[in-house]
Structure formats: structure tokens, C-alpha cells
T-cell receptor
């Protein structure tokens, strides 16, 4: 069994300030973890993924996430927010090596203020 | 384009009608997924196809929902006798399949279904 909890449904930051989107997971197996971003009326775009390599994962658009097994967390960060980062972000967990269904978090809406 | 293509992008229909949604996966992707996303919510898994294996239908909410896939190409999701609670965005995704690490799923832009 697996689950994922996104701790904040909404996050608001000012442009140029750091972004932190929190995600905690639960899995009976060795997990693979992903962050996806969804802009309005668009599908989901992969930001980054963790499988079994380095625990600090760098993704597109300056985002990165750190896998912390002891804390069962996979928080998404970015040093400096841009207006174009405003979107909904989903943390996703699945069983490593299994291509079957993903388990999605409920999403975090990121607002970037000018 | 090289991405996942879904059609139609928007569909408005009357309650009780049947609808058919189409997904063209990325060429070479053997795995295909359908999800439902209700307004303001995360994604609900509906069905998964992998090659010639029997599909995983465990997420289909009722027998009004069905899906087919022709080989490793196009898939159609059919909803019969639509109800208002079927209103949602239906997303399709495809991926490669690896025996070790998970390959990411690539999503289409979705079909926005509205039942009047």
C-alpha cells in the first residue's frame, strides 16, 4: 500500500523568494517519487523524479527535491520564484520497478505575487 | 507533435448520452493510463494498459465506463449513459516500461467533459 500527503493546499510567495512545497509519503515498498506541475487547462508536466540514485534530484526550471527516507519526505524547492511558476503541483509515489498506477497527492496551488 | 494527444479537448453533452474520448500515446510507449480529475482535486486512476497483457481496470468507477486499446497505439475511453457526476477532466498518459526504475508518465492536455 502507498499514499502521499501534500501538507499545504495553497502556498503563496513573492517573486524572487524561495519556494517550498511539502510532501510526505508512505509506502510498503521501495518507492519511486515524482513531482508534476499542471498549468491551467493543461495536462501534467514532469518536473523531476527520484528512483534509486542520488537523493537530491534536480529537475527542470530550477526545481529540485530531496528524498529523505528517515523523514519519509520528498519536498520540492526552488531558490527564487518566477511568475511563470504559478500552477498546481502534484507529488506522486509509486512502487519502484512497477509501471502500474501512480498514487497522486491532492495538489498544492502555488501563487506567485509580484 | 511528439506528445500525448487527446481529443476532443472539450465535450459538452446531455445527461444520458454516451461519450467516447480518444488518446494517441507517444510512439513506442507500451504503457497507457487513463485518469479522471474532478474540479479542484487530484487524479483518480481509472485503467492501465501494458502491451498485450490484460488491462488493469481496478479504477473504473462503474460498469458504464469502459476502455479499449488497439495494440500499442490509440485508446478510447467510453462512458455510457452519462451522469452529471461524470463531469471532469479525463487525462491520458503513456510511458515506456522498464524492469527496474519507473519511467515517467507523459500526459496529454486532457478532455474536459461537461454533462448538462
Amino acid at each position: 500500500a502507498q499514499s502521499v500527503t501534500q501538507l499545504d493546499s495553497h502556498v503563496s510567495v513573492s517573486e524572487g523568494t524561495p519556494v517550498l512545497l511539502r510532501c510526505n509519503y508512505s509506502s510498503s515498498y521501495s518507492p519511486s517519487l515524482f513531482w508534476y506541475v499542471q498549468h491551467p487547462n493543461k495536462g501534467l508536466q514532469l518536473l523531476l523524479k527520484y528512483t534509486s540514485a542520488a537523493t537530491l534530484v534536480k529537475g527542470i526550471n530550477g526545481f529540485e527535491a530531496e528524498f529523505k527516507k528517515s523523514e519519509t519526505s520528498f519536498h520540492l524547492t526552488k531558490p527564487s520564484a518566477h511568475m511563470s511558476d504559478a500552477a498546481e503541483y502534484f507529488c506522486v509515489v509509486t512502487r519502484r520497478g512497477s509501471a502500474r498506477q501512480l498514487t497522486f497527492g491532492s495538489g498544492t496551488q502555488l501563487t506567485v505575487l509580484p | 507533435g511528439a506528445g500525448v494527444s487527446q481529443s476532443p479537448s472539450n465535450k459538452v453533452t446531455e445527461k444520458g448520452k454516451d461519450v467516447e474520448l480518444r488518446c494517441d500515446p507517444i510512439s513506442g510507449h507500451t504503457a497507457l493510463y487513463w485518469y479522471r480529475q474532478r474540479l479542484g482535486q487530484g487524479l483518480e486512476f481509472l485503467i492501465y494498459f501494458q502491451g498485450n497483457s490484460a488491462p488493469d481496470k481496478s479504477g473504473l468507477p462503474s460498469d458504464r465506463f469502459s476502455a479499449e486499446r488497439t495494440g500499442e497505439s490509440v485508446s478510447t475511453l467510453t462512458i455510457q449513459r452519462t451522469q452529471q457526476e461524470d463531469s471532469a477532466v479525463y487525462l491520458c498518459a503513456s510511458s515506456l516500461v522498464s524492469g527496474r526504475d519507473n519511467q515517467p508518465q507523459h500526459f496529454g492536455d486532457g478532455t474536459r467533459l461537461s454533462i448538462l
